[in-house]
DNA sequence: AATCATCAATTACACATGTAAACTTAATTG
DNA sequence: CAATTAAGTTTACATGTGTAATTGATGATT
C-alpha cells in the first residue's frame, strides 16, 4: 500500500484535468486551466513539475513534448482525502460529518432517493 | 460575513481542545495535546500565538496568564472546512461525496436510521 | 547560419506551516 | 534576596505551497 503524497489546493486542479483527459500534453493542461484559473502558463508548468516529483503524475516523452498521465488513479486521491478530512474536522465520526452536509448543501429529489437507496444496501 | 481564515491541521487540533474546553489557558491547551501528540510545549504555544493572529482565538489576560476562548465558533469552522473540502475533491457536487464515504466507511444501524430520517426530512 | 518559437528545467521569492529553542519578564520558592 | 520556575513572546529553521520569471535546449523557419 503506497503512501498517497499530500496534493495541494492547486495542485488538485491539475490532476483534476489530467484525471479527465489522460493522457495529456503540459500544454492541454495548460490551455484548460488558464480558462478556468487566472494562472500564467509558468505557474501551471511548476505544479506539474512538483506533482512528477511527488510521484503523482508520470510523463512519456513524445518528441519534445511529454505525455502526462496520472501515477495515482482520482478514486485512490479522492479515498486518500475524504479520509484525512473526516479525520482531521470530525475525529473520524462519520454520521456527524454526514449530517453536516446534508444540512448545509442542496441534493435534488432523486440524489436523495439514491442514497436512501444506498444506506438500505448498506443496512443488509 | 467574516472571511475565516485556513486554519492548518495542527492549528485544528489546538482548536478542538478550545472548542472543548473554552474558556483555557495555554497550560491547559498544552497538557492535553501532549498526551494526544508527541508536540513539545513550545510547538504547541506557537500555534496558539499563531490562531491568536489569524483571528481564530481570543485571549483575555488573567494575571500572567492568559485565558483563550475561540472567536469563530466549531460549527463555522467545520462547515467552511466542508465548504472548502467539497469543492476542491468532488467540484461541490454532494452526491457524489456522500457515495464514496458511504462506501467507504462504517455506520452503525442506528446510524443509518437516522440518516434516512434526515434524507426523508429533506424531501419536504 | 541566424533567428524565432516552443518545450521542459531551473531559479526565484513570498508566505504558510511544522516543529521547537531561546529570550524576556513576572511570580514563586528556598 | 537570589535562584528557580512559569508564562508569553520572539526567533530559528526546514519544508511546503502559491505564483511566476528566467534559463537552456531543440526544432522550425527565414
Known amino acids: 500500500m503506497i503512501k498517497i503524497p499530500n496534493i495541494s489546493d492547486a495542485e488538485w486542479e491539475v490532476m483534476k484535468i489530467c484525471w479527465l483527459s489522460a493522457p495529456c500534453s503540459a ?70 460529518m454526514l449530517v453536516t452536509f446534508l444540512k448545509d448543501e442542496k441534493l435534488s429529489p432523486a440524489e436523495i432517493e439514491e442514497l436512501k437507496l444506498l444506506l438500505e444496501k448498506r443496512e443488509d
Open 27 to 96: 500544454n492541454e493542461i495548460v490551455k484548460a486551466l488558464e480558462q478556468s484559473t487566472h494562472w500564467k502558463p509558468n505557474t501551471i508548468k511548476t505544479l506539474i513539475g512538483r506533482l512528477v516529483k511527488k510521484g503523482v503524475l508520470g510523463f512519456k516523452e513524445e518528441g519534445r513534448s511529454y505525455s502526462y498521465y496520472p501515477l495515482i488513479t482520482e478514486e485512490e486521491c479522492i479515498k486518500a482525502e475524504s479520509k484525512s478530512f473526516l479525520t482531521r474536522v470530525f475525529g473520524g465520526a462519520l454520521k456527524p
